[in-house]
């Protein structure tokens, strides 16, 4: 089992910047790739950001390229996400997840992913 806790969320305004983190416990963290979701309401959950396992690989949805960061520190157990000029569209609540390794290379659907955090909120206001 694997648990992961986001943190970081919180009201910005439009132009603004935030870092969400999401510390992992349970198994060992260097061996699950990861990603970034986000859900506003009334809409689908949606592919925001991918990294491998050694961080040496991202992906990114067209909507963040750019804006957007994905990291992670393997020795903290804990995967990042850099957010740069912030927009109201960005308003979501954001989660983190585990891809297992033998997935192809379409990152970008949730039902890939295993374990998901519980996400945090993310406001832009303008």
């Known amino acids: 089992q694997v648990q992961l806790v986001e943190s970081g969320g919180g009201l910005v305004q439009t132009g603004g910047s935030l870092s969400l983190s999401c510390l992992a416990s349970?198994?060992?963290?260097?061996?699950?790739?990861m990603g970034w979701f986000r859900q506003a309401p009334g809409t689908e959950r949606e592919f925001v950001a991918f990294?491998?396992?050694?961080?040496?690989?991202?992906y990114y949805a067209d909507s963040v390229k750019g804006r957007f960061t994905i990291s992670r520190d393997n020795a903290k157990n804990t995967v990042y996400l850099q957010m740069n000029s912030l927009k109201p569209e960005d308003t979501a609540v954001y989660y983190c997840?585990?891809?297992?390794?033998?997935?192809?290379?379409?990152?970008?659907?949730?039902?890939?992913?295993?374990?998901w955090g519980q996400g945090t909120q993310v406001t832009v206001s303008s």
């Open positions: 349970g198994r060992t963290f260097n061996s699950y790739p």
């Open positions: 990294i491998s396992r050694s961080g040496s690989i991202t």
């Open positions: 997840a585990t891809r297992p390794r033998y997935y192809s290379a379409n990152y970008d659907g949730p039902g890939t992913y295993d374990y």
